[in-house]
């Protein structure tokens, strides 16, 4: 049941990812990050139906965290999209997820006091070399179109990982004092009025020059960020039942199932070093995740 659910959350993160990031690639970054986050807020609010008695009354003492979380997963989700008008869809996710991995292993250690093990900085040490392997390999090959940058792509997916962890960590913080699916909900959402507010000052501070995104497109990035509701569910429930550090090694094969859509959807074709140094960003990923619930595992064979 448990990696049903997390796999569930896989696919349905992942076509989310790539029909969202093909409309970014069409349209105003901050008008498609706003628009998924205010459908996700309305999609989304069925969660709340599951959380425990008393959930609300816990809320308001964490909302700074909250909010902190909302704002640095704005900057991360504006970060990803334009990485991914700049570069193929699996290398953008690759590398993002990469070197998230890295910055919120940094954070978590200076903000909780967790000094990272020898097994843990090899595994960084190999995400940092498959990422700039696919880095360099992306610089070297003709962009996906004539305006694509690849640099500005990797940059932009340092970007999204230093935001993201800089999300993560207050989030996780409001996760483990209130309802996981409150969190999910309030997160998800709060990304998208952090949109409204952005877009409404710049359209303030360029008077009526701002750029727009046409209704019919709205529909459409509502309708291809539905997913989210899917995945986010089966996500949050399964960590109630399973290993959250087993999920977020299975979530790693993020990268690998977008790779696959984009080619079936877009016709986005890898060479095949791309997809090897692809799969060696995945491996790495699963084995940092096997080093936090390694322990467990060791205390349950010889206990």
């Known amino acids: 049941m448990f990696l049903t ?61 909250l909010a902190l979380a909302c704002v640095g997963a704005l900057l991360a989700n504006l970060a990803q999209t334009y990485a991914i008008r700049h570069l193929p869809m699996a290398i953008a996710q690759a590398a993002s997820q990469g070197l998230s991995a890295l910055f919120t292993l940094a954070l978590a250690g200076v903000v909780f006091g967790e000094i990272p093990r020898p097994v843990e900085i090899a595994c960084v040490a190999g995400i940092l070399a498959c990422v700039g392997a696919l880095g360099w390999i992306s610089g070297r090959d003709t962009p996906r179109a004539p305006e694509a940058r690849p640099l500005r792509g990797l940059l932009a997916c340092v970007g999204f990982a230093v935001c993201m962890a800089g999300a993560l960590v207050p989030l996780g913080m409001v996760s483990r004092e209130v309802d996981p699916f409150f969190a999910a909900w309030a997160w998800e959402g709060g990304i998208g009025v952090a949109g409204l507010v952005l877009v409404a000052g710049r359209a303030a501070a360029l008077r009526g020059a701002a750029p727009t995104i046409p209704w019919d497109a709205v529909w459409r990035v509502a309708l291809c960020s539905s997913p989210t509701l899917i995945g986010t569910g089966a996500y949050t429930y399964a960590t109630t039942i399973g290993n959250l550090f087993v999920a977020g090694g299975v979530l790693a094969m993020m990268m690998v199932v977008t790779g696959v859509l984009a080619w079936f959807l877009y016709g986005e074709r890898l060479r095949r070093a791309e997809w090897a140094w692809i799969g060696a960003t995945c491996a790495c990923l699963i084995a940092l995740a096997t080093t936090q619930v390694w322990p467990l595992i060791k205390a349950l064979l010889h206990p």
Do not use: C, E, K, N
């Open 5 to 65: 659910l997390v796999v569930l959350a896989l696919v349905a993160y992942a076509i989310q990812g790539v029909l969202v990031g093909q409309l970014a690639r069409r349209f105003d970054l901050p008008w498609v990050v706003t628009v998924r986050g205010l459908s996700l807020l309305v999609l989304m609010a069925p969660l709340t139906l599951w959380m425990a008695d008393g959930s609300w009354a816990a809320v308001p003492g964490h909302l700074p965290w």
